[in-house]
């Protein structure tokens, strides 16, 4: 069975500085790999995905993860962060063939402070 | 206009009361979720269906039955609510083709509080 671990519960970060979120996953089979966010009273909005082919991925607002297949991970960065991107972040597995059904880690808490 | 819409936003109800949450869509997709956050935990599957005749349990199926009334609507009922099912309830759908391929479209959530 897949399993997310998000590394982090909680980031606090000053405004302009780089963010890293970390996620592990663990399958034993091929994934598809995503990055949702939810802001503060608001449903969860994609960032972005990994299906397949280069394993940089660029998503909305700045966003890029890295699909690492040896260390089965999918860091999230941003090199230069604002006061909106305060949100909790989500990172989420399918594998391929379970029709789309979504795994998901515990959530980062990222706080940018000013 | 909202593509993935949930009603109530917010309920607070009574041990032991029976309570259905409802999700509709207009995004044409095929396959809906349901799904519960609680702080800490990430979200959880409780049940999906990936056409209207078609529906499955998720991870924490117990304590919930859902409906796919039809293409557009899914609905998640607690025959009987309990205190620890307190949390935020998420609707989602997806599709199979094209540029959206494999990304689920999430709802407002609606926040059930169970005294």
């Known amino acids: 069975a897949q399993s997310v671990t998000q590394l982090d519960s909680q980031v606090p970060v000053f405004e302009e500085a780089p963010v890293e979120l970390r996620c592990n996953y663990s399958s034993s089979v091929s994934v598809y790999l995503f990055w949702y966010v939810q802001y503060p009273n608001q449903g969860l909005q994609l960032l972005l995905k990994y299906l397949s082919g280069s394993t940089l991925v660029k998503g909305i607002n700045g966003f890029e993860a890295e699909f690492n297949k040896s260390q089965t991970s999918f860091h999230l960065r941003k090199p230069s962060v604002h006061i909106s991107d305060t949100a909790e972040y989500f990172c989420?597995?399918?594998?391929?063939?379970?029709?789309?059904?979504?795994?998901f880690g515990q959530g980062t808490i990222l706080t940018v402070h000013p | 206009d909202a593509d993935v819409t949930q009603t109530p936003r917010n309920r607070i109800t009574k041990t032991g009361k029976r309570i259905m949450l409802e999700c509709s869509q207009t995004k044409g997709h095929d396959r809906m979720y349901w799904y519960r956050q609680d702080p800490g935990l990430g979200l959880r599957l409780i049940y999906y269906s990936f056409d209207v005749k078609d529906i499955n349990k998720g991870e924490i199926s117990d304590g919930y039955s859902v409906s796919r009334q039809a293409q557009a609507k899914f609905s998640l009922s607690l025959e009987s609510a309990i205190p620890n099912q307190t949390a935020l309830y998420f609707c989602?759908?997806?599709?199979?083709?094209?540029?959206?391929?494999?990304?689920?479209?999430f709802g407002p959530g609606t926040r059930l509080t169970v005294l």
């Open positions: 989602a759908t997806s599709d199979f083709r094209g540029d959206y391929y494999n990304e689920q479209f």
């Open positions: 989420a597995v399918s594998e391929v063939a379970s029709y789309g059904k979504l795994t």
